[in-house]
T-cell receptor, first 115, second 114 residues
Framework: SAVISQKPSRDICQRGTSLTIQCQVDSQVTMMFWYRQQPGQSLTLIATANQGSEATYESGFVIDKFPISRPNLTFSTLTVSNMSPEDSSIYLC????????????FGPGTRLTVT | AQTVTQSQPEMSVQEAETVTLSCTYDTSESDYYLFWYKQPPSRQMILVIRQEAYKQQNATENRFSVNFQKAAKSFSLKISDSQLGDAAMYFCAYRSALGTALIFGKGTTLSVSS
């Protein structure tokens, strides 16, 4: 199993500013992901965080808006840049310790409100 | 690209009764994995059950079971003897055998009444 912590758990930010969300895992994991969950909606994959290289972004998400770092196998950050009210969402870090039928674990999420 | 469809935005069931949540998916791959996750109001995602596509036998975990129909690309979840604690949002999810991230359906909100 994997235990994931995220900081901050919630924040209220002004438009035009940036927020960096941290994700820490209690063990080394193969893959780390960032998801966005808008209120009452499903989880949408933002990107796969790759250790030591640029993240792989899904369609509709770009590095300038959501820069991601992954310096090692247990830690990653997601920055939400130049925020607007449309960025108000829950951001979840997720990890996959191994391939195949392994469970993908999720952090508790960061609730972001942009005013 | 793979897609997951949950056609029931909301479902309700009485305690001790049985409810089935529907899920269909679209993929051109032959090897993949399917999952049901539960998200209670606490927001924590909890794995309910998982299924390997090449296994014909339907997965079962206590009160939870699936009806996996590979040809029809259908993966429904049956909850037996429903409990108040089962109330949550349920997401059907797909993962390629290549090990990419989960792709989720839109979710079904399940309410349980006593």
């Amino acid at each position: 199993s994997a235990v994931i912590s995220q900081k901050p758990s919630r924040d209220i930010c002004q438009r035009g500013t940036s927020l960096t969300i941290q994700c820490q895992v209690d063990s080394q994991v193969t893959m780390m992901f960032w998801y966005r969950q808008q209120p009452g909606q499903s989880l949408t994959l933002i990107a796969t965080a790759n250790q030591g290289s640029e993240a792989t972004y899904e369609s509709g998400f770009v590095i300038d808006k959501f820069p991601i770092s992954r310096p090692n196998l247990t830690f990653s950050t997601l920055t939400v840049s130049n925020m607007s009210p449309e960025d108000s969402s829950i951001y979840l870090c997720s990890v996959l310790p191994g391939l195949g039928l392994n469970e993908q674990y999720f952090g508790p999420g960061t609730r972001l409100t942009v005013t | 690209a793979q897609t997951v469809t949950q056609s029931q935005p909301e479902m309700s069931v009485q305690e001790a009764e049985t409810v089935t949540l529907s899920c269909t998916y679209d993929t051109s791959e032959s090897d993949y994995y399917l999952f049901w996750y539960k998200q209670p109001p606490s927001r924590q995602m909890i794995l309910v059950i998982r299924q390997e596509a090449y296994k014909q036998q339907n997965a079962t975990e206590n009160r939870f079971s699936v009806n996996f129909q590979k040809a029809a690309k259908s993966f429904s979840l049956k909850i037996s003897d429903s409990q108040l604690g089962d109330a949550a949002m349920y997401f059907c999810a797909y993962r390629s055998a290549l090990g990419t991230a989960l792709i989720f359906g839109k979710g079904t909100t399940l309410s349980v009444s006593s």
